[in-house]
């Protein structure tokens, strides 16, 4: 069982720059491969950004742009994604969450957290 809690949502202007958190709960955090998934009003839970396991890989949605970053610490049981240059349409709760395997697809992730709101002003 892993638990996972996300933290450094927001409100920020257009523009700016956030950094979420995601701490894991257990021994076996570097067992998994992690992800970012978003989720705006009325819309479905999107895939963001993976990580591998040993940080090695990453992957990112093509809306993404070179915009966020994913990265990892397998010593501390994190996963960070940095957001910048941040639009009005990346409103949303952001969702971190962990996998056996690397993964784009939601179905893959076994463990959730409960997601951190991110509010990008015009």
């Known amino acids: 069982q892993v638990q996972l809690v996300e933290s450094g949502g927001g409100l920020v202007q257009a523009g700016g720059s956030l950094r979420l958190s995601c701490v894991a709960s257990?021994?076996?955090?570097?067992?998994?491969?992690m992800g970012w998934f978003r989720q705006g009003p009325g819309k479905e839970r999107d895939f963001v950004a993976a990580?591998?396991?040993?940080?090695?890989?990453?992957h990112y949605a093509d809306f993404v742009k070179r915009r966020f970053t994913i990265s990892r610490d397998n010593a501390n049981n994190t996963v960070y994604l940095q957001l910048n240059s941040l639009k009005p349409e990346d409103t949303a709760v952001y969702y971190c969450?962990?996998?056996?395997?690397?993964?784009?697809?939601?179905?893959?992730?076994?463990?959730w957290g409960q997601g951190t709101q991110v509010t990008v002003s015009s």
């Open positions: 990580i591998s396991k040993n940080g090695g890989t990453t």
């Open positions: 257990g021994r076996t955090f570097r067992t998994y491969s």
């Open positions: 969450a962990a996998s056996r395997i690397f993964s784009v697809l939601r179905g893959s992730y076994d463990y």
